[in-house]
């Protein structure tokens, strides 16, 4: 099995800054792209950031210039520093890799994490 494991979700005054961390671990042959989404109940999951195994980097327009994704391919990791956190940043927000685990043959599966929330509030 692959399990994904989020932290650094927490409650910040506007302003402030969190780091998010996610690592996958189990039976993984390779990790291609991975990122961070986010959801506020009742609205559409929407993708804050990915990065490719190239290391090309995208994000929702709304985090451009405060947030930044990173990864570290050799400990199966990705994070996204998050700064100048305002209110609407407020969401529980998801890890998700997409990658080949070590199936017979290996095959290309996403998989997501439990989700932390962040919570931006005076």
């Known amino acids: 099995q692959v399990q994904l494991v989020e932290s650094g979700g927490g409650l910040v005054q506007p302003g402030g800054s969190l780091r998010l961390s996610c690592e996958a671990s189990g039976s993984i042959l390779s990790i291609y792209t991975m990122g961070w989404y986010r959801q506020v109940a009742g609205k559409a999951r929407e993708l804050v950031a990915g990065i490719t195994s190239g290391g090309r980097s995208n994000y929702t327009d709304s985090v451009k210039g405060r947030f930044t994704i990173s990864r570290d391919n050799a400990k199966n990791r990705v994070y996204l520093q998050m700064n100048s956190l305002k209110p609407e940043d407020t969401a529980v927000y998801y890890c998700?890799?997409?990658?080949?685990?070590?199936?017979?043959?290996?095959?290309?599966?996403?998989?997501w994490g439990q989700g932390t929330q962040v919570t931006v509030s005076s």
């Open positions: 998700n890799v997409d990658l080949f685990s070590l199936m017979s043959p290996p095959r290309l599966s996403t998989y």
